[in-house]
């Protein structure tokens, strides 16, 4: 009996913990069609999967973690292909800053990006990736296009981990366009 009433007691102390799957597609039957969507229903420890598609406009630019310890990836990020066709397009210019991810709220390495192809993200610092205060895993990524100090990502008092990525063709205003700038 004992057993059974310790059991009946871890059982419903560890159901809300259980981490969520959330599925984000542009064009398709999905929990969300934007990113941002995803992100603030989500809990600590859920996973978001992003379906292919190129993602644009409000909720799938300027995307914050918000201090939440979650994954966000594409369904396939170690697929080079599916990174390929897995685009956040920020669509930003001098007059229409916008970037692709911000990480500013803690996050740690528990907070993971994965599988993306990230551009024409224009910011003042960091016009792909920016992370103030934050060191967020990021992984199999490709940031290209982007503009800002720190076209490809900026960090200020960060220390992201920053694995298998593609950091190329940026601009950096006045400096440091291509790859990772610490600020």
């Not at 594409?74 to 897995?86: G, K, N």
């Not at 994965?114 to 003042?124: C, L, M, Q, S, V």
């Not at 008092?157 to 006045?174: E, K, Q, R």
């Amino acid at each position: 009996m004992q057993r059974l009433i310790f059991f009946l007691v871890w059982l419903i102390l560890v159901s809300p913990c259980r981490a969520e799957i959330i599925i984000v597609d542009d064009d398709g039957p999905a929990d969300f069609n934007n990113i941002q969507a995803a992100i603030e229903y989500s809990s600590d420890w859920d996973t978001i999967y992003v379906f292919p598609g190129i993602y644009t406009g409000p909720g799938n630019r300027d995307i914050d973690f918000l201090g939440k310890v979650i994954t966000v990836q594409s369904v396939a990020p170690d697929d080079p292909y599916i990174v390929a066709e897995t685009i956040i397009d920020c669509n930003a210019s001098a007059s229409d800053k916008h970037r692709g991810f911000v990480f500013h709220e803690g996050e740690d390495g528990n907070s993971v990006l994965a599988g993306f192809t990230i551009i024409n993200g224009y910011e003042t610092v960091g016009g792909g990736i920016y992370s103030n205060w934050s060191s967020p895993t990021i992984t199999n990524c490709v940031i290209t296009g982007n503009t800002g100090r720190g076209g490809g990502i900026a960090c200020e008092d960060a220390y992201p981990t920053i694995s298998n990525c593609t950091i190329s063709y940026n601009n950096g205003l006045p400096r440091g366009g291509g790859h990772l700038l610490r600020l």
